[in-house]
Every structure is written in structure tokens, then in C-alpha cells.
T-cell receptor, first 117, second 110 residues
């Protein structure tokens, strides 16, 4: 079991461009959450996908959007990139048990380092 | 808004001694608290958690204490080992909305 995988590992973009980050959850997991971790900060929740729908969203603008596929993998899209979008983007997978997210079983991927110039 | 705060960016302890990492929160509606450990170039790894209905949870060398009246959480590592050197994140959850602290870098010296 490869655990949670993310691609690419590093990415450099310029302001105004668009970016797509990808995440494959751990085997057996059906829920994917995305986090942004700026330098020196803790991860900030962007949104969560379950059953191919966005279920919860943090305080991020509409420039951040996502998708979940039938195989539970997920994409994070960011449009009109700003310098402040430079960060480590973490994907975490888990499974829902009776509608309650089982945080003890939330596994994080290694992240994608996005640099916006 | 900083609902979860880790006021010590770093902590250094000697091998074999106790490490105490602290976390404060402001939202009294948080119902679940967690600690994660993060090594460089890896994602955070779940370490230990505690429900708001408890005040202590122990797992081997790791113990988490919750003081709801003070809105304070702490992680005790006894005895500390060099392999424990990492960044530790405190996190709190309300209805699946998880908030993280900024992290504390723990260094355990041999």
C-alpha cells in the first residue's frame, strides 16, 4: 500500500496562471481533504470531498476549486495564482464512519510545494 | 483567526527527559483534539488524540492532557528519544472542521 500520494512534488508557476494538483488516497479511504501550509504556519483547511462532492469548505476564495473522481482520487485547482498562494499543499485521506470523519485514521501525503513567481 | 495557538516555536530537551508541548485554543465548541508529528519532506503523521469528554489519554510514551476550563492542551513525551525530533502540530476539530496550530519544533539531544 503506497499510502497517500501526491503529484507533482514541486511546481513553479507565475502570477495569473492556473495550477492543478493531484492526490491519490490510501487504499480503502473514500474522503479527501486538502490543506494549505504556508511557511512557518500550520496546515489550513481548504475543502473536503466525499462521494465526489465538496462537503465542507474552509475560508478560501472561489479561485480554489476541486474535484473527486469515482476512484476517490482528487484534484485541487487554483486559478489566477497570486504570490501568496506559494505554499505546501497537503492532501489527507480518511474514511467516513457513520457520517463522522475518523480523524485518527486521517493520513497525509508528502505534499506539493507550489512556488508562484 | 488563530483559534489554535502553539506559542513556543521550538523546544530542546535532553534524551531521556520529559518533553512538554503546549497548545491553547479559543473555540469552546471544539470537540476533538489531536497531535500530529511532521518530519521534513513528509506529511504530518497522526500521533495521539483526545475527545473533549476526557481529560487524559495515554499511548505508550505519549500522553495528552486536556484542560477545558483553561482551553489548554498539552503533549507529554516520556522518555524523550532523539527520533522524536520533529515538528509537532496541535489540531482541534468542530464538526469535522479541523484547525491547526503553527507547530513546535522539538529537538531531543543525545
Amino acid at each position: 500500500d503506497a499510502g497517500v500520494t501526491q503529484s507533482p512534488t514541486h511546481l513553479i508557476k507565475t502570477r495569473g496562471q492556473q495550477v492543478t494538483l493531484r492526490c491519490s488516497p490510501k487504499s480503502g479511504h473514500d474522503t479527501v481533504s486538502w490543506y494549505q501550509q504556508a511557511l512557518g504556519q500550520g496546515p489550513q483547511f481548504i475543502f473536503q470531498y466525499y462521494e465526489e462532492e465538496e462537503r465542507q469548505r474552509g475560508n478560501f476564495p472561489d479561485r480554489f476549486s476541486g474535484h473527486q473522481f469515482p476512484n476517490y482520487s482528487s484534484e485541487l485547482n487554483v486559478n489566477a495564482l497570486l504570490l501568496g498562494d506559494s505554499a505546501l499543499y497537503l492532501c489527507a485521506s480518511s474514511y467516513k464512519s457513520v457520517g463522522q470523519l475518523n480523524y485518527n485514521e486521517q493520513f497525509f501525503g508528502p505534499g506539493t510545494r507550489l512556488t508562484v513567481l | 483567526d488563530q483559534q489554535v495557538k502553539q506559542n513556543s516555536p521550538s523546544l530542546s530537551v535532553q534524551e531521556g527527559r520529559i518533553s512538554i508541548l503546549n497548545c491553547d485554543y479559543t473555540n469552546s465548541m471544539f470537540d476533538y483534539f489531536l497531535w500530529y508529528k511532521k518530519y521534513p519532506a513528509e506529511g504530518p503523521t497522526f500521533l495521539i488524540s483526545i475527545s473533549s469528554i476526557k481529560d487524559k489519554n495515554e499511548d505508550g510514551r505519549f500522553t495528552v492532557f486536556l484542560n477545558k476550563s483553561a482551553k489548554h492542551l498539552s503533549l507529554h513525551i516520556v522518555p524523550s528519544q532523539p527520533g522524536d525530533s520533529a515538528v509537532y502540530f496541535c489540531a482541534a476539530s468542530e464538526d469535522n472542521d479541523m484547525r491547526f496550530g503553527a507547530g513546535t519544533r522539538l529537538t531531543v539531544k543525545p
